[in-house]
């Protein structure tokens, strides 16, 4: 018999506890599934590799039900080995509604709490970060981020003291949509740095110039922002059938195909795609288990999607 399809068996196996397990954790204790991280090159820490973002689906604070299907997100997200959770002031309610479901979970404990900073001025990003953790409910945030490059020279003096103390454990830049390269990739040539965010995916590619070659050259983790292109990729793929590529891929959707044709990049380190359904963040968590793509595999994947 060969390697493969004991892996294969395996997986399968995995694959049907994870459907049978949905929001019931002690139902993996019979066998792990096998759970990708990648490593955080700054400490040597491993985290996993599907992540989440909070932008315009942890809305809502107000409406009971829609704060249940929330809490059920965040419960499947736990249970299928999530830890990074990123939010930012610029939010609205996320940080706040994180903060006040996060105590009603059971599974939380790995979490991985990534948020931003958005303001000008010294103090008004120290207040800023400080009611972010509060609201957030994290007495040290994992990963404080600075969005958009906002003021960046100021807040990153702040940060490396924060990071001293213990504020903190990492700290990062985010820039999205293809904005502020330039200026980005100064930085990293520049200034020591945990994290980077930026937006990559199928369709928009431009990090593959020189963010990614970078970040991997520095040993800069990413987090990957856009990767459904704000959900623009399922328009195209939505109905067509599923290359070959994700049998060996133990992809059972396009949107796993996705989130591993992004992570099979070596620069990329974590996805962090949002959802506010519990159907599609089971399905993102799916992208976190079995094998990468290699070379030849991403290249399959993208031909089938131009080929859409
Ligand atoms: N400058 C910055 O720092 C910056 C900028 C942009 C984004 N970000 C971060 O990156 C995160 C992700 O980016 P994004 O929200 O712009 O875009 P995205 O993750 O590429 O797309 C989100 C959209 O995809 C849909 N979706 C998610 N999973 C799906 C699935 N399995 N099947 C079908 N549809 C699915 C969601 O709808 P449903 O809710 O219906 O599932 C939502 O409409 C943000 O939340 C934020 O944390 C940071």
Redesign the pocket.
Known sequence: MSLMSIDRRRFLKNAAMLAIAGNNPALFAAEEPVRIRKIIPSSGEKLAVVG??????FINPDDAAFQQQLLEVLRIFFSNGGQLL???P??GPAESIVGQLLPKLDNAGDLFAAT?VWTRGEQAGIEQMRESMRKMSVPVMDLM?I??LKDWQTHLKTLREWKEQGKIRYLGV????G?FHSELIDIMRKEPLDFV?L?Y?IMDREAEQVLLPMAQDKGIAT?I??????????SRSRGKPLPAVAEELHCT????LYLKWILGHPAATCV??????P???R??MGAGFAELPDQTQRKQILQAFNSL
Request: proline share 4%; no cysteine; net charge positive.
């Open positions: 989440m973002g909070t932008s315009r689906t990123d939010s930012s610029m939010y931003k981020q969005h958009n985010t820039t999205s949509h904005r965010q937006s995916n987090l922002n856009r990767p459904y292109q704000r959900g623009e990729l399922f959707s396009w949107g796993q962090i795609p949002a959802s506010s359904k159907k599609h963040t399905d993102n």
